[in-house]
């Protein structure tokens, strides 16, 4: 009887050797938390899991009353994993640590405030003062149809997007559209598919606005100065060189959190001179002579691609989809309080807004301008054009000082996609923090950069059809392949019917719609001038 006993109590008390005593439990190594948990919340909770007596229960008088490891977490939080189950945290491990270092990713404090200026300030620009030259192409009727199906269009992926944000499979938060693209399709499709839309978006955005920006500047310095100023005025290149000299400096804000009072200033002038713009036209009455007759070409093939440049323009209005990753990325996140929750309601307040100024700025204006709306420059060209006698002096300079400030504005959240790019390649190569002296090169390195390409090629606001076709699939097909890739919604369902259907259209729209603002720009010309801005 004593042998069975000594025998069952043999895994449960095993002999200590006799050459060493056994160490008090307080001081052994497991107890004390190694620096690598600190990363790793969920290893911190049972540090012994996978130890070499596991299976065996331990002797009571060595299990400790408290906790072996402290409650208090010292995991930063934007790295906290969505799930709370060891499998979740162990993949949460692999998170890129450098985005502590990276101007989009470096501040996690953002809110449904913030989320609201970003988009707002993204989503609403001078783009949209060229959407009555897309009516008066497709009329009334088929304008206000394509504008509506086109701003619920891009509303329902831009829902996607935010809902894609974080995973609920791994925990990882996709705090770039390049990344979550790279993540859904592979590393070598997914940078093919996004890489030159959405830099060309950031990129070629900040030289439109650079062009925009200086142009205004320079109209604006005529109006305060007046007819009889004897001030010399300065070229349009040197109104460039101002516009980005301004822009450069505020660009040293460190990252995306940082430019949300810039945001929240981008987005009240927005609103503020479409709304001006399109309350003196509306105010002014319709013009002499005005048509709403559809401008018709000459041969079939002509009126086709006209119609598909105007879904370009229709395109090239909404914008900001490659941003809304970076813009969710600033909110802190975890399985109770997701970032979804917060940014969706910053994106319905901010693209009701948007819908408020849209909707009014191409109804009004095609209303008061018809045929008559200039091509170039839309409804601020139109202003300018036929209403520069009859409007107060202080109305148009208003006008213009809200175009300036917006247009600086916008190039800092624009520019960030890009300012991440260039220091995420110091970080790879250094393993550290860009610092402060290079993060400031770099960026004026790209503002300047951005103002060559202004002053080389000062014709790219006429390619607007074309940059709506190509930044099509980045805003209107990606979003519901990603959502099929990853989301996995059941096969033949609503969901799976919705999404293949808008993605093949947005994928086919955008083939034609390149292909269409391609012939226009080459039947109709376009004012090719290098290094020669007007």
């Known amino acids: 009887m004593s042998e069975k006993n000594e025998i069952r109590s043999a895994p449960l008390t095993p002999r ?43 002797p009571p008088s060595k299990t400790p009353k408290t906790p072996r490891t402290p409650r208090l977490s010292l995991t930063p939080r934007f790295i906290t994993p ?18 502590a270092w990276l101007p989009i990713t470096e501040s996690r404090n953002g809110n449904k405030y913030y989320a609201a200026f970003h988009t707002l300030c993204s989503g609403i620009g001078v ?21 509506t199906l086109a701003f619920i269009w891009q509303l329902y992926t831009l829902w ?7 995973s609920t499979e791994n925990g990882m938060r996709y705090s770039r559209y390049l990344q979550l693209c790279c993540a859904t399709f592979g590393e070598r499709l997914g940078k093919w598919l996004a890489l030159f839309p959405i830099m060309y978006l950031s ?25 009889t100023c004897s001030a010399k005025p ?15 400096v505020l660009s040293q804000l460190p990252n995306l959190n940082s430019i949300a009072g810039l945001s929240l200033v981008g987005a009240v002038t927005a609103v503020g001179y479409c709304t001006m713009i399109w309350v003196v036209s509306v105010a002014k009455g319709r013009l002499p002579g005005v048509s709403y007759n559809p401008v018709r070409g000459s041969t079939p093939v002509v009126r086709i691609f006209d119609v598909l440049n105007a879904l370009g323009i229709i395109a090239f209005a909404f914008r900001g989809h490659n941003l809304i ?65 009859d409007v107060s002096q202080g109305v148009l300079g208003l006008t213009s000082l809200f175009v300036i400030v917006n247009a600086l504005s916008s190039f800092q959240i624009y520019g960030m996609p890009m300012f991440d790019d260039m220091e995420s390649k110091y970080t790879v190569r250094k393993k550290q923090p860009c610092p402060w002296w290079l993060r400031a090169i770099f960026r004026a390195m790209f503002g300047f950069g951005c103002f060559f390409v202004a002053v080389a090629i000062p014709f790219l606001g006429s390619l607007a059809g074309l940059i709506g076709g190509i930044a099509l699939p980045v805003t209107l097909a990606y979003p519901c392949f990603m959502w099929l890739k990853i989301r996995k919604p059941k096969m033949y369902g609503s969901m799976w019917w919705l999404n293949w259907f808008l993605g093949v259209l947005g994928m086919s729209l955008s083939g034609i719609l390149i292909a269409a603002g391609l012939y226009v720009v080459i039947d109709t010309g376009v004012e090719v001038s290098f290094f020669k801005p007007h």
Not at 21 to 43: A, E, G, K
Not at 130 to 147: E, K, Q, S, Y
Not at 209 to 224: A, D, H, N, R, Y
């Open 325 to 389: 990753l970076e813009i969710q990325a600033t909110m802190p996140s975890d399985e109770k309080h997701p970032s979804r929750v917060p940014m969706w309601q910053g994106v319905r307040v901010s693209y009701t807004v948007i819908s408020a100024c849209l909707f009014p700025l191409a109804i009004g204006g095609y209303w008061a301008y018809g045929q008559k709306i200039p091509a170039n420059g839309g409804m601020l060209t139109a202003l300018y054009q036929f209403h520069s006698r």
């Open 82 to 99: 969505l799930g709370s189950p060891v499998r979740k945290a162990l993949r949460m491990t692999k998170l890129d640590p450098q985005d």
């Open 127 to 147: 783009q949209a003062l060229v959407l009555p030259v897309a009516f008066t192409i497709l009329g009334w009727t088929w304008g206000i149809i394509g504008l």
């Open 160 to 166: 996607l997007l935010v809902q894609l944000h974080e």
């Open 16 to 58: 200590p050797r006799s050459a060493a005593p056994t160490p008090p439990v307080v001081s052994s190594p497991p107890v004390s938390c190694p620096p690598s948990q600190y990363h790793s919340p969920s290893l911190s909770r049972s540090p012994l899991l996978n130890g070499e007596h596991a299976d065996q229960a331990p």
């Open 203 to 227: 990129g070629g955005t900040c030289v439109a606005l650079i062009i925009i920006g200086g142009s205004t500047s320079k109209l604006f310095f005529q109006i305060v100065c007046g007819a």
């Open 234 to 248: 300065l070229t349009t290149v040197e109104w460039y060189l101002v516009f980005t000299c301004a822009a450069v």
